[in-house]
């Protein structure tokens, strides 16, 4: 079956970094997704990587291993208002994105 | 600002009565949109892929019956949740890939809208 895998929760605290992973086994891959949800709100992109190696955005960067079916979302100077959930998805071989159940954020000042 | 719109945000009904949602891309064509049901602290999960001109495509153990979709134009889809019970009640929430990358395209999602069956 196809299976994606993170953390359920995770604490950190305001202006540090923080890693959240993602691994997944999936029929095919035509690339993974990282969104952001916060609560009562629809998700928001983040990322997408299809080629190993890191992808950075600003603060946020987002990495990939496809040998090993791994990602990580690694969140710098952590702020108040990146308190939310962060999804993991992976496009399989029939281009169907695969959810993760998400990781809850909790920023401490 | 917003690329996928979708009305209404809150919703509450009767235990019986249908409930239509809509969904539009705003700045391009979607010829599918994808339907999303979340409950409480737990992930999204796809209830069916809508395609312009053709009937939709249902995921296992979602009844197409009970939730008719309707995708009659490329900009528009719509959801309707026939005979609502409150275990219906739910955020529903759809998607639009944008045609830029194809398949790989990125996808944008509506505002959400939140449903409470009484």
């Known amino acids: 079956g196809q299976n994606i895998d993170q953390p359920t929760e995770m604490t950190a605290t305001e202006g540090a970094i923080v890693q959240i992973n993602c691994t997944y086994q999936?029929?095919?891959?035509?690339?993974l997704f990282w969104y952001q949800q916060h609560a009562g709100e629809a998700p928001t992109f983040l990322s997408y990587?299809?080629l190993d190696g890191l992808e950075e955005k600003g603060r946020f960067s987002s990495f990939l291993s496809r040998s090993k079916g791994y990602s990580y979302l690694l969140l710098k100077e952590l702020q108040m208002k990146d308190s939310a959930s962060y999804l993991c998805?992976?496009?399989?071989?029939?281009?169907?994105?695969?959810w993760g159940a998400g990781t809850k954020l909790i920023i401490k000042p | 600002g917003a690329v996928v719109s979708q009305h209404p945000s809150w919703v509450i009904c009767k235990s019986g009565t249908s409930v239509k949602i809509e969904c539009r891309s705003l700045?391009?064509?979607?010829?599918?949109m994808f339907w999303y049901r979340q409950f409480p602290k737990q992930s999204l999960m796809l209830m069916a892929t809508?395609?312009?001109?053709?009937?939709?495509?249902?995921e296992q153990g979602v009844e197409k019956d009970k939730f008719l979709i309707n995708h009659a134009s490329l900009t528009l889809s719509t959801l309707t949740v026939t005979s609502a019970h409150p275990e219906d009640s739910s955020f529903y929430i759809c998607?639009?890939?944008?045609?830029?990358?194809?398949?790989?395209?990125?996808?944008?999602f509506g505002e959400g809208s939140r449903l409470t069956v009484l």
């Open positions: 998607s639009a890939r944008s045609p830029r990358g194809g398949d790989r395209g990125e996808l944008f």
């Open positions: 999936t029929s095919g891959f035509n690339g």
């Open positions: 700045d391009f064509q979607a010829t599918t």
């Open positions: 998805a992976v496009m399989d071989s029939n281009y169907q994105l695969i």
């Open positions: 809508s395609n312009e001109g053709s009937k939709a495509t249902y």
């Open positions: 990587n299809v």
